[in-house]
């Protein structure tokens, strides 16, 4: 199964970046499609926090925007959400341990944690910081 992280969420909703059509074209492939993928629910959070930060992006996505976006997302019949099970401590321990992240990086090792928990096979991202994370793999679907 594959996954999801922030940064595609984000990309698909802000028309202004590089990365936007690819983005959008990538969510609604998965969420339209009849191949199980995931999220892991901290994205979805991390999702709303950046597109509606006036700081990030000015003018901000306005929340009911972001959450009425969110909700399509979400309604996709083949979409699972990710979320901690009674292992997550232990998962959560072996990433952090193997890769070695702390301070920012505890927030991605979240995610893959999260993933590897629910046996999710490939993460999408833009992000290189993954990489980090060895027992996922890491695939950038915009370069």
């Known amino acids: 199964m594959r996954a999801i992280d922030t940064n595609v969420l984000v990309y698909a909703e802000i028309t202004s970046c590089r990365h936007h059509r690819r983005a959008l074209e990538l969510v609604t492939e998965l969420a339209e499609g009849v191949q199980p993928w995931a ?4 994205c979805a959070y991390e ?8 700081r990030v992006y000015h003018p901000p996505v306005p929340l009911a925007r972001a959450l009425s976006d969110l909700r399509r997302v979400l309604g996709s019949p083949s979409l699972t959400l990710l979320a901690e099970t009674h292992r997550h401590v232990e998962v959560m321990a072996a990433v952090l341990e193997s890769s070695q992240a702390s301070g920012n990086l505890v927030h991605d090792a979240h995610i893959a944690a999260l993933c590897l928990e629910h046996g999710v096979s490939e993460l999408l991202t833009g992000d290189r910081d993954f990489a980090r994370f060895g027992a996922l793999r ?6």
């Open 39 to 42: 999220l892991p629910w901290p």
């Open 47 to 54: 999702f709303l926090r950046v597109v509606t930060h006036s």
């Open 138 to 143: 890491v695939t950038n679907p915009f370069g």
